[in-house]
Nanobody
Framework: QVQLVESGGGLVQPGGSLRLSCASS????????LGWYRQAPGKQREPVAL???????NYVDSVKGRFTIYRDNAKNTVYLQMNSLKPEDTAVYYC??????????????WGQGTQVTVSS
């Protein structure tokens, strides 16, 4: 079992910045993929930014050049720096960890979610 605790959401004006944090209860060296997902009202949850254990990153097209995922191994924490925020970035943001199990099994763990609202 792993626990993921998010923080850093809030209300920000268009063009502003926020940094989300996700603290893991286990070493992030053991995690295949760390990622941030978001879910807007009436929409499906979508991946926003992913980082593999080898530090390869991937972003959804709508946030490329504005969002950055990075991690601090010493703190077992992954961050999402969000700049130039737009109203369409408004959503609940969730931290996700994919952790290897026995054989080829991979298990998904989720944080509780943090609300990001971009509005003037």
């Amino acid at each position: 079992q792993v626990q993921l605790v998010e923080s850093g959401g809030g209300l920000v004006q268009p063009g502003g910045s926020l940094r989300l944090s996700c603290a893991s209860s286990m070493s992030i060296f053991s995690i295949y993929v760390l990622g941030w997902y978001r879910q807007a009202p009436g929409k499906q949850r979508e991946p926003v930014a992913l980082m593999t254990s080898g530090s390869t990153t991937n972003y959804v097209d709508s946030v490329k050049g504005r969002f950055t995922i990075y991690r601090d191994n010493a703190k077992n924490t992954v961050y999402l720096q969000m700049n130039s925020l737009k109203p369409e970035d408004t959503a609940v943001y969730y931290c996700n960890a994919k952790i290897p199990g026995a054989g080829t099994a991979v298990y998904d763990y989720w944080g509780q979610g943090t609300q990001v609202t971009v509005s003037s």
